[in-house]
């Protein structure tokens, strides 16, 4: 390993070296007992860096200062209309219902004469008949 990549390796996973990956912490620690100068420097600027990361503790935001964000934030379309889109949803999907029930009732009632003979519903299957013509030209070829 060269001094190059332990300090790499030493910025990524700090200076345990329980925290690198197990390919690698050979040779770290081949490296460090050898006493090279630039790892042991990598490692004490890790450790620094990794002491003042597990020291550090988050300020949580005062509770009134929430509420004066929450407060002047816009309101947003939804928050705005909500009083009446869901009345217009009902509305709207009591219409779809109306149209979709007139719909299948006009398919499934015969169609009135327009001439002679009389036109069967679309889902009348009573007294349906399968024809197959077959084309005598077409057979021959």
Do not use: K
């Not at 990524?12 to 050979?26: C, I, M, Q």
């Not at 090279?36 to 200062?65: C, E, I, K, M, Y």
């Not at 909500?82 to 219902?97: D, E, N, T």
Request: no cysteine; proline share 6%.
């Amino acid at each position: 390993m060269t001094p190059e990549r332990f300090a790499y390796l030493a910025d990524v996973y700090g200076a345990d070296l329980h925290r690198w990956p197990d390919a690698e912490r050979a040779g770290a620690q081949a490296l460090l007992d050898s006493g090279n100068v630039h790892a042991r420097d990598a490692v004490q600027q890790a450790r620094w860096l990794d002491s003042r990361l597990d020291g550090h503790q988050p300020a949580f935001a005062d509770a009134t200062l929430v509420r004066q964000i929450r407060q002047s934030a816009p309101r947003s379309f939804w928050s705005r209309y909500a009083s009446w889109l869901s009345p217009a949803g009902l509305v709207g999907a009591g219409i779809a219902g109306i149209v979709t029930g007139m719909l299948v009732a006009s398919m499934s009632v015969p169609l009135p004469m327009l001439s002679a003979e009389v036109l069967p519903s679309v889902f009348d299957q009573g007294d349906a008949e399968v024809v197959f013509t077959v084309n005598a030209e077409e057979t021959e070829q």
